[in-house]
C-alpha cells in the first residue's frame, strides 16, 4: 500500500472509532421531556377531590394494616367527622405531599450513590505538514478504581439521608393529625360560641320587649331603656363577628385537611376532652418517640456518615489509562497511572468541616431534647390549672347562674320584673359558659399537645401514601440498611 495513503486511512478509521464512542455515549444518555404546569386540571382535581371516596377508603384501610386508629368506613356523604377529617389530611395535606416528594428526591439519591465515575476518553492527533509525514494519534481510556472504600460510605450517607427524610414525613403526619385536631377544636369552638351568641341575643331581644313595656308605661325612664338597646347592638355586633370567626376558622380546617374552601361538605362539631396517656417515663418516651427528636438523631447519623466519608477520602483512588496510538508508523500501547498522596492537603479542611457539622447536629439534637422536656412540663401544667378551672365551672359556676335564671324567670312570672336582675343574670350566664368553652378549648390543646410530644410508637412508619402523592415512599428498615458504620 502506499505509504501516503496509509496515514488517511488511519485518519479515516480513529474518527469512525470516536464517532462510534459518540454515538454509545448519547445512545447510554436519558431524554428531556417537558411537562408543564396546567393549574386548570389541579383545579378540577382539587374540587373533585371528595369524590374518590373508594380510593381514600382503601387508603383509610392500609393505615388500619399498619396500626392506626382510622374509622371503619369513610363516607362523608352523612357528615364528615373528625376522623375522617385526619385520614384525608394523611391523604390530601398539601405540606405532607411536599415532604414525601423530597423523601423521593433523597431515595433517587440513595439509588444512584456509590456509582463508579463514568470513564474518560481521551483523544490526541497530530498532523504534520510534510506530505510524506504520517498522521500521529494516540487513544486512551481512563478508569478510577476506588479502592478506598468511598463508594461504600457514598451509599451509607445516601442512604441516612434518605432515612432522615422518612423521619421528616413521620413527623410531618403526626404534626398534621395534631394539626387537625386543634382546627377542629377551633371550629367546634366557634360553632359554639356562635350559638351561645344567638340564644342570649334572643334573650337581650326578649328583654328589650319588656323594657320598651315598661318604659311606654313610664316604669323605666328613657336613659335606663336606652343600655337595653345598647346592650342589644353590641351582642348582635359580637354575633357578627362570631360568625366570621366560625367561618375563618372553617376555612382553615379546610385547609389543614386538603380540601378547597368551596367544599360543601357538612363538618360534624367535637370537641370531646379526654383523659391523656402518661408514662412512667416520660423522659424515655420523648427520646423514644418523639417525632422531633428522632428527625435531630436521623440528621446527627447523616453527619457521622459525612465525617466518615470525608476521613475516607485522605486515601486515594487509582486512575488508570490504558490506550493505544500510533507515532512514525510504530503502533503502540500505552499505560497512564494517576495516584494522589495526601501529604500536603490529605483533605484536612473537608474533616475539620465535617467535625465542626457533627458537633453542631450533637448540640441541636441535646437542645431539642431540653426544650421537649420543657414543652412537656408546661404543657401537663397547664392542662392541670385548666381542668381545675373547668371542674370547677361544671360543678359550681354554671349550675348556679342556670338555677339564678330559672329563679328569675319564676319571679318575672309572677308580674314582678326586675329588668336589671334579669339582664345581669343572662350576661352572667352567657360568659360562664363562654368561658366554659374556653377552658375545653385549652384542656383538650393541652392534651393534644402532651400527645404530639409523646409521638407514636417507636415503630410507626409513614403512611402508605403512595396514592396520595407523586411518588412511592418504601418501607426504611426494608429498603435502607443503613448501619452507624465504623468510627472515624
Keep these: 500500500m502506499n505509504r501516503a495513503v496509509r496515514p488517511r486511512l488511519r485518519r479515516a478509521a480513529m474518527l469512525g472509532l470516536c464517532s462510534g464512542a459518540l454515538a454509545t455515549l448519547i445512545a447510554g444518555c436519558q431524554s428531556y421531556e417537558r411537562v408543564p404546569l396546567d393549574f386548570a386540571a389541579h383545579q378540577v382535581a382539587l374540587a373533585t377531590r371528595l369524590d374518590q371516596s373508594e380510593s381514600i377508603d382503601a387508603f ?3 393505615l388500619a394494616a399498619q396500626g392506626a386508629l382510622v374509622p371503619d368506613q369513610f363516607d362523608p356523604t352523612d357528615g364528615l ?3 375522617e377529617a385526619e385520614v384525608l389530611a394523611l391523604f390530601y395535606n398539601a405540606d405532607l405531599r411536599l415532604a414525601r416528594l423530597e423523601a423521593g428526591a433523597a431515595l433517587a439519591t440513595f439509588e444512584n450513590a456509590g456509582l463508579w465515575e463514568d470513564p474518560e476518553f481521551g483523544f490526541d492527533g497530530a498532523e504534520i505538514v510534510s506530505p510524506s509525514a504520517p498522521f500521529q494519534f494516540g ?5 478510577t ?3 478506598s472504600g468511598r463508594l461504600g460510605i457514598e451509599k451509607d450517607r445516601a442512604g441516612a439521608a434518605y432515612e432522615a427524610e422518612l423521619r421528616q414525613i413521620v413527623a410531618a403526619e ?3 393529625r395534631a394539626q387537625v385536631r386543634r382546627a377542629w377544636g377551633a371550629w367546634t369552638a366557634a360553632e359554639e360560641r356562635a350559638a351561645l351568641l344567638r340564644d342570649i341575643v334572643a334573650q337581650v331581644e326578649r328583654i328589650n320587649v319588656l323594657t320598651d313595656q315598661l318604659e311606654a308605661a313610664g316604669e323605666l325612664n328613657r336613659v335606663e331603656g336606652r343600655l337595653f338597646r345598647i346592650e342589644r347592638s353590641v351582642r348582635r355586633a359580637a354575633l357578627a ?3 366570621l370567626t366560625k367561618e375563618q376558622a372553617r376555612l382553615v380546617l379546610l385547609k389543614v385537611v386538603g380540601l378547597p374552601p368551596q367544599t360543601t361538605v357538612v363538618l360534624l362539631p367535637e370537641l370531646v376532652v379526654t383523659e391523656p396517656s402518661i408514662p412512667a417515663d416520660p423522659a424515655q418516651r420523648l427520646i423514644e418517640s418523639n417525632t422531633k427528636l428522632a428527625i435531630r438523631r436521623a440528621e446527627y447519623l447523616v453527619a457521622e456518615e459525612s465525617l466518615r466519608l ?3 477520602k485522605q486515601f486515594p483512588d487509582i486512575t488508570i489509562g490504558p490506550g493505544y496510538g500510533s507515532e512514525a508508523e510504530d503502533d503502540r500501547l500505552l499505560l497512564g497511572v494517576s495516584l494522589p498522596l495526601p501529604l500536603l492537603n490529605a483533605n484536612r479542611g473537608g474533616i475539620a468541616e465535617a467535625r465542626a457539622k457533627r458537633d453542631i447536629s450533637r448540640a441541636s439534637a441535646e437542645t431539642i431534647f431540653e426544650q421537649l422536656s420543657h414543652d412537656f412540663a408546661s404543657a401537663q401544667a397547664i392542662r392541670e390549672a385548666v381542668r381545675v378551672q373547668r371542674d370547677r365551672y361544671e360543678a359550681e359556676v354554671v349550675p348556679m347562674l342556670v338555677k339564678q335564671s330559672q329563679e328569675v324567670e319564676q319571679i318575672a312570672s309572677l308580674g314582678e320584673v326586675d329588668t336589671l336582675l334579669l339582664l345581669e343574670t343572662v350576661t352572667r350566664q352567657f360568659e360562664a359558659k363562654s368561658r366554659l368553652l374556653e377552658l375545653r378549648l385549652a384542656e383538650s390543646n393541652a392534651v393534644i399537645a402532651i400527645a404530639e410530644l409523646l409521638g407514636p410508637e417507636p415503630d410507626f412508619k409513614p403512611a402508605p401514601a403512595d396514592a396520595a402523592s407523586d411518588t412511592t415512599i418504601e418501607n426504611p428498615q426494608a429498603e435502607t ?8
Design 60 to 62: 383509610g384501610q392500609r
Design 81 to 83: 367527622t373528625r376522623a
Design 139 to 143: 487513544l486512551t481510556l481512563s478508569l
Design 145 to 147: 478504581i476506588p479502592i
Design 174 to 176: 403526626w404534626a398534621t
Design 241 to 243: 363577628d362570631a360568625e
Design 310 to 312: 470525608e476521613v475516607r
Design 481 to 488: 440498611d443503613i448501619s452507624e458504620g465504623d468510627a472515624p
